[in-house]
């Protein structure tokens, strides 16, 4: 792969090392483009504090680093700014009028909650409400409607541990949109290698089957977490035998 644009900074609380860390990271393992996609502040009211993400006013911090950096190491690495961003109904546009008055190259859709943050359900935890897996998938859609988005990261997050049928029924309209709108679903590096739920064999078979396009993304919380595909046991295989093709990684930026 040339490229990886699912990379975390310690401003989100869950990650470790330094920018210049995951850079000479994607440097050594032949990585020509890297984008940053920290997880985006959120414009919440002022009765709720995210323990997961970076604050509104850590964005000057966060913009400025990664474009001393990009000037620094351009010549041996293309370096991309942009966030994971929630597609949360009430705040999406507050946000993007927020992150539009900095350097921005880019957002990927991670979808961790429904309908938000503050008073919603995160969808990494087992479920079997067939409310919560509608709600995500509605959720993951509008995101995807908006045009904005690189591609939607771990599609396949969502825990549900309910009716088997009503989970691929759920999915498949995901996968509909996502083929409809032409927009990648992202194949998560940091899932695989820690054995998350994602990204998982019922999604991605059925994903391929219906003819969607893909993207590796490496979600790096850590500088060891980038890297090749070749680098990762197993992660060739789960590829293959889901048909998943994967090229050079490439994408074609969008108008924010």
Known sequence: MLANYHTHTVRCNHAVGTERKYVERAIEKGFKILG????????YETFYESSTRMKMAELPDY????????????????????YEVEYFRDYFDPLMEELRKYPLDYIIQ???????????????????????????????????????????????????????????NQMERLVDAAVSLDQPLEVNVYGFIDHRNYPS?????MASEKGARFVVGCDAHAPQVIQQIE????FAEFLNRN?????????????I
């Open 36 to 43: 940053f996609s920290d997880h985006t502040p959120q414009p």
């Open 63 to 82: 913009t400025q680093t990664l474009v001393d950096l990009r000037e620094e190491y351009k010549d041996q690495i293309k370096i991309l700014i942009g």
């Open 110 to 168: 991670g979808q961790h909650n429904v309908p938000d943050e503050p008073n919603g359900n995160y969808v990494g935890f087992q479920t079997d409400d067939e409310m919560v897996l509608a709600s995500y998938v509605d959720h993951c859609i509008e995101g995807m409607e908006t045009g904005l988005f690189l591609y939607l990261a771990h599609p396949d997050l969502i825990n549900f541990v309910g009716n088997e049928k009503l989970y691929m």
């Open 201 to 205: 064999d019922r999604f991605f078979q």
């Open 231 to 234: 680098d990762i046991p197993g």
């Open 243 to 255: 048909k998943i093709v994967i090229g050079d990684n490439v994408l074609e930026m969008k108008e």
